[in-house]
């Protein structure tokens, strides 16, 4: 495994050195005044002060989302293809959308139902139906031909959309979300529907809390979490069911999903991607994002999704969407990868404390980056930050209690295994709330004016960062076996201010420039392997109990 500057891709162009990341320039005491605002109108919220900053800078060089080369295995195998590497075989002529959608189609068929379960619904007509279409039509863009999977809390026009609940087990909505407009604009493929935790909460389970999906680095052992709530998205790209999809996250759900099953996941700024057309949990901290295989993928599907929409008045007021994809394209000077901007990656206390393999992969990683050029910094914590972000002040279920009261009203058993989730806004009073929303703006406050006044990006450990609307992403650094050996993914989590998506996108396809545990593939199932027989697991009170702490506390949700 490289460990070095050294890469394979050509030299590129000398960046623009007046185009500067956009974090530089954004005030970031109006995001802090406008998720206050957001938490204080609730569910009425209609529109939000503006932030204020620099909004204008220099163009970049307009980055390609084009793979420089593509690798053997993707031009054998579709399903192996990243984004990038679709949109250059299918530009060029040399892949059709419906030769890349069979391929899907046909493993999602042959695997999906028995062991990986990342699925609801699989629409096999309709996907195929549009590949078709899409070999006859000019090309769109990027995603032209390219198989997505999305959440299904994400509405789509009649498509059966239950976040996996009883509450919606039979809603069909009756227009697309934001999103999938969007998406199918820029000429992408629904593959289907993928398998969630019930109302968005804890692993993808039945209603009932039966475990439906599996982690693809395990696909004979059912008790191998790929977490939640968009576990089902996860195992889907990870298990190359889809080429990229998409999830929602309130409490770690992308992070925890991009963590387990080896992902480049983005949880970007709160209302950088719209929310409308989403079966909500929250107004602050709702968030949805993808989960690619590498930076450039994140980068491509972010940009076509990101943006203004009147739709959602979280996303009015906001910077431009930058160049994402132009941030994902690694910098190559000479054959060495370089940073497209300085910057400094904080290293928190305890990060590379010990000697298991999570610690030796994460010495590793913060090597490599040094090497690349980056400035790796030891920084301490704000204060109070334990406490702050400790799950005392989390008043996210009185938002779900304020959203869902009707349903609460109706019949609490339509929660299912998932009521606990609701629960703690019985006990949470005025003062509680407004206590939970004042401390969640001192630790926003603390966050920008003493960590990041050590850093420009910063390494997290778990999601806290998603209940104050920052935004962060995970990339896979190495892999360690579990207890029964069977080898899992080590992720990292790096956080970063408010849209500093150009410059934490830049730092990890830089990492990925020159190393290739990214581009590792999880072994197809075996089918005649005794674990496959082993009966259905249950989650249990205990387990959703652990899973709410976990989500209370900020850490990832296993």
Request: charged share 20%; with cysteine; proline share 8%.
């Amino acid at each position: 495994m490289s460990t070095d500057d050294r890469t394979d891709h050509p030299d590129t162009p000398e960046p623009n050195p007046d185009y500067q990341p956009q974090d530089v320039g954004i005030d970031r005491r109006s995001f802090l005044v406008r998720l206050g605002a957001a938490g204080a109108a609730g569910a009425a919220v209609a529109a939000l002060p503006p932030i204020a900053g620099r909004t204008a800078h220099a163009a970049p060089n307009s980055g390609t989302p084009f793979a420089d080369v593509v690798r053997p295995e993707a031009r054998t195998d579709p399903t192996e293809c990243t984004i990038s590497e679709a949109a250059t075989l299918i530009k060029s002529g040399k892949l059709k959308p419906s030769t890349l959608i069979g391929a899907y189609l046909e493993r999602i068929a042959k695997w999906d139902p028995q062991y990986y379960q990342a699925y609801n619904t699989v629409l096999y007509d309709e996907a195929s139906q549009r590949a078709l279409k899409l070999d006859r039509t000019k090309y769109i863009g990027p995603l032209h031909g390219v198989g997505i999977g999305l959440k299904d809390n994400f509405y789509t026009e009649g498509i059966l959309t239950t976040a996996n609940s009883y509450i919606f087990a039979d809603f069909v909505p009756d227009y697309d979300c934001t999103a999938l407009t969007r998406l199918e604009n820029a000429g992408a493929v629904l593959l289907g529907k993928c398998q969630m935790g019930p109302l968005a909460g804890g692993r993808p389970t039945t209603p009932d809390g039966t475990v439906t999906t599996r982690n693809p680095w395990a696909p004979n052992d059912p008790s191998v979490t790929p977490s939640g709530s968009s576990g089902g998205s996860g195992a889907a790209t990870a298990g190359r069911l889809a080429t990229c999809t998409l999830g929602t996250q309130t409490g770690g759900s992308i992070t925890g999903p991009g963590g387990s099953n080896g992902l480049t996941a983005l949880k970007p700024t709160h209302g950088r991607l719209s929310v409308y057309g989403i079966i909500p949990l929250t107004i602050t901290r709702d968030h949805i994002g993808p989960l690619a295989r590498t930076a450039m993928d994140a980068a491509i599907v972010a940009q076509v999704v990101g943006g203004p929409d009147l739709n959602d008045p979280r996303t009015i007021g906001l910077p431009p969407m930058p160049d994402l994809v132009e941030a994902a394209t690694p910098v190559v000077k000479k054959g060495r990868v370089v940073p497209r901007w300085p910057t400094r990656v904080g290293v928190i206390p305890g990060y590379t404390t010990g000697t298991n393999a999570t610690a030796l992969a994460r010495v590793a990683m913060l090597n490599t980056l040094a090497n690349i050029g980056f400035e790796v910094v030891d920084i301490t914590l704000p204060d109070e930050f334990s406490l702050l972000t400790g799950g005392a002040f989390n008043v996210s279920s009185s938002e779900r209690a304020e959203i869902d009261f009707k349903y609460l009203k109706q019949d609490v058993r339509l929660f299912g295994g998932r009521l606990t989730g609701w629960l703690p806004s019985i006990v949470q009073g005025g003062p509680e709330v407004a206590k939970g929303l004042r401390a969640r703006l001192l630790l926003i406050d603390r966050c920008m004016s003493q960590m990041f006044n050590q850093c420009d990006v910063v390494m997290q450990t778990g999601s806290t960062f998603d209940g104050i609307g920052l935004p962060l992403c995970t990339y896979l650094i190495g892999f360690a076996p579990n207890a029964a050996g069977i080898s899992l993914p080590i992720t990292s989590v790096l956080g970063g201010p408010p849209f500093s998506e150009e410059r934490m996108l830049s730092v990890i396809a830089a990492y990925q420039a020159v190393t290739t545990w990214h581009n590792r593939r999880p072994a197809d199932p075996l089918v005649s392997s005794a674990k496959s027989r082993i009966a259905p697991t249950r989650i249990t009170c205990r387990d959703v109990d652990r899973e709410c702490r976990a989500a209370m506390e900020g850490s990832e949700i296993v």
